[in-house]
T-cell receptor
Framework: TQLLEQSPQFLSIQEGENLTVYCNSS?????LQWYRQEPGEGPVLLVT?????EVKKLKRLTFQFGDARKDSSLHITAAQTGDTGLYLC???????????FGKGTKLSVIP | DVKVTQSSRYLVKRTGEKVFLECVQD?????MFWYRQDPGLGLRLIYF???????EKGDIPEGYSVSREKKERFSLILESASTNQTSMYLC????????????FGQGTRLTVV
């Protein structure tokens, strides 16, 4: 089983602050995905990163895939209360169909 | 829009009962997955299927089985429900290939008493 470690587990910040969430593994992944989950709902995909060193931007969210394809980060600029939720990274190993999730980072943005 | 539908949002069952959780997707996806989600443990993969009648064990298959007789339907079976199977169960589907987006249902909150 390929493990994904997310940090921090919990994060509480004031509106307007910046934050970074990390997703790390000792294994190489063919791709990494970031999902956001709200209470009572299933996770929804934010982005997929495939190439080592890749950076993708989604409005105030910036996603990076490590050069060695073992880690990824999510940076949020000027957080808003609407960013509150559970952020999950998920990865697939080379030649595998299995999609493995990290334990998630629970983000609370306080007005 | 892709839709993944789970048959129940909430379910209460007694210890020892056989429990069926049903999941249907409407986009002709090859891959389907069953996860359980518990506080502090994240989403853990129970079983997945990459084709009709094909199934693969995930990380925690003990106490569960699955059935995929038709491409659009993936069922999770708890052979003899136990209290430690109380959890949120999430079904997902994706197109062929591991890098494509997984679409999730809204989940079934199962309580075993």
């Amino acid at each position: 089983t390929q493990l994904l470690e997310q940090s921090p587990q919990f994060l509480s910040i004031q509106e307007g602050e910046n934050l970074t969430v990390y997703c790390n593994s000792s294994s190489v992944f063919s791709s990494l995905q970031w999902y956001r989950q709200e209470p009572g709902e299933g996770p929804v995909l934010l982005v997929t990163v495939v190439t080592g060193g890749e950076v993708k931007k989604l409005k105030r969210l910036t996603f990076q895939f490590g050069d060695a394809r073992k880690d990824s980060s999510l940076h949020i600029t000027a957080a808003q209360t609407g960013d509150t939720g559970l952020y999950l990274c998920a990865g697939t190993g080379a030649g595998s169909y299995q999609l493995t999730f990290g334990k998630g980072t629970k983000l609370s943005v306080i007005p | 829009d892709v839709k993944v539908t789970q048959s129940s949002r909430y379910l209460v069952k007694r210890t020892g009962e056989k429990v069926f959780l049903e999941c249907v997707q409407d986009m002709d996806h090859e891959n389907m997955f069953w996860y359980r989600q518990d506080p502090g443990l994240g989403l853990r993969l129970i079983y997945f299927s990459y084709d009709v009648k094909m199934k693969e064990k995930g990380d925690i298959p003990e106490g569960y089985s699955v059935s995929r007789e038709k491409k659009e339907r993936f069922s999770l079976i708890l052979e003899s429900a136990s209290t430690n199977q109380t959890s949120m169960y999430l079904c997902a589907s994706s197109l062929f290939g591991p890098d494509t987006e997984a679409f999730f249902g809204q989940g079934t909150r199962l309580t075993v008493v």
